[in-house]
């Protein structure tokens, strides 16, 4: 089959290669030139796991093309939409320019019978419109919503073996049809038994920020009662452990730490509150505030135990952070606790060298004014705190007792809870984690 792919970031490029490797001929159209010819060349702006071997071979193939002349997607039976869905600045509502911008570049072209399925994340209603301004240029197209549910660094494997697929639709003389091209569309990840869903419109926009919004809960509240060990002695890891074991709630997401970040937690449940509240249902979100809130002042915390462990005052006091990037197998660093933490320990006056294995350039881009070093090696020389901020595995499998000869100070807060205590400890490090007191 014929497909287009408009927007080619993370998203895009993952989901074009995909489905060449599924068999498809696709023509990813982006309006970034950079982007355009970078992965023409085999070559993702990103670091994604996976993603340059199947980049690689899709190229190979000659079934997947890059431009930015939109015109080569005419001939697409499928047309998906990947654009990004960014927080409005100065708002919490979700900037839809960039999906409305590729629906006003296809209608000119669309044919009976083409399929636009929408790929971005888009507050609730956003879709129903879209069908609107399909319908009045080709009445047989079928606007439909198949939401994503990547996670960063296993995005192939996501896009390749999902755990559900989902449609969305109207209910009209031409869902059936639209129904059997995205079946072929998805035909490999189909016979292996993923599940499909098939609903309306409105549920198919709701599944993605819904399950974030869920996700987004579960990390608060395990921070919230890490809080909670804090004061009361508790070990909140045994904790997660143990509530974790309850069918019903599960293990994932139950680690305390310095919170959630990246592109689409945070900027997701403000859409959603942001969506709920013009809705007129604001109250039934408002818990998302506080989930939101909760979030935020794990960084503030952060900040305070290195604090604590200078003294009193970061002032001249030299700080040794592990990890830029928001989660680990990324270079991601939107919304990045670990680079807001070592922000806000500079502006305290600390001296803070900051270490990535991915994320240092683009961290470079978006935090200028922070040291940046190669190694944890070098990052630690001389420091008197040494803070875990982004779990890599680089990181979790370090030598304590090395590390011990480089720094000032053996003293390591574990911002992520994935180090183990008593091997620090043997090592005559200080060991300080939120919720492990």
């Known amino acids: 089959m014929k497909i287009s792919v408009f927007g080619c970031g993370y998203l895009g490029a993952v989901h074009a290669a995909c489905l060449t490797h599924l068999g498809h001929e696709v023509v990813g159209v982006d309006v970034v030139q950079e982007h355009v010819d970078a992965l023409a060349r085999g070559r993702a702006p990103f670091y994604e796991p996976g993603l340059p071997e199947i980049l690689e071979e899709a190229l190979a193939s000659g079934r997947l093309t890059f431009t930015t002349d939109a015109s080569a997607a005419a001939d697409a039976r499928v047309h998906f939409i990947c654009v990004g869905t960014p927080q409005t600045p100065g708002d ?14 296809l209608l000119p072209m669309l044919k009976p019978g083409d399929v636009i399925a929408g790929k971005s994340t888009v ?51 031409t869902a059936a049809a639209a129904v059997a091209v995205l079946d072929e569309v998805y035909a490999a990840p189909l016979a292996d038994g993923t599940p499909r869903i098939v ?115 970061l002032t001249g006091r030299r700080v040794a952070v592990l990890g830029a990037a928001f989660k680990p197998l990324s270079d991601d660093i939107r919304d990045s606790p670990a680079l807001s933490i070592s922000a806000q320990m500079q502006l305290q006056g600390a001296l803070v060298k900051v270490t990535d294995p991915h994320a240092i350039d683009n961290a470079r881009k978006k935090w200028p004014d922070l040291d940046y070093v190669a190694t944890a090696e070098e990052a630690v020389v001389g420091a008197e705190v040494v803070l875990l901020l982004t779990e890599w595995e680089d990181y979790v499998t370090l030598d304590p007792a090395a590390l011990a000869g480089l720094v000032e100070a053996p003293y390591i807060i574990d911002g992520r809870n994935c180090l183990d205590p008593e091997r620090w400890r043997a090592a005559g490090w200080r060991y300080r984690a939120i919720g492990r007191s």
């Open 123 to 173: 507050p609730v209603g956003t879709a129903a419109l879209l069908a609107d301004r399909v319908a009045a240029v080709q009445p047989t197209a079928e606007v439909v919503w198949n939401p994503e549910f990547l996670r960063e660094g296993l995005a192939v494997q996501d896009t390749l073996h999902p755990d559900r697929i989902v449609y969305g639709m109207r209910t009209s003389d």
């Open 92 to 105: 919490n509502a979700a900037d839809l320019q960039y999906v409305n911008s590729a629906i006003d570049t």
């Open 199 to 313: 609903g309306d419109l409105a549920t198919a926009e709701m599944v993605k920020v819904a399950a974030n919004a869920f996700l987004a809960t579960k990390i608060s509240f395990i921070n919230a009662m890490s809080e909670l060990c804090d004061v009361a002695g508790a070990d909140v890891t045994l904790l997660a452990d143990a509530i974790g074991l309850d069918k019903r709630i599960g293990r994932q997401f139950l680690n305390a730490g310095v919170g959630f970040g990246g592109g689409c937690l945070p900027k997701d449940i403000r859409a959603f509150m942001s969506r709920a509240a013009e809705l007129g249902v604001a109250q039934e979100l408002r818990f998302l505030q506080e989930v939101d809130a909760v979030n935020m002042r794990r960084r503030v915390r952060m900040v305070e135990l290195a604090r604590e462990a200078c003294g009193g005052s």
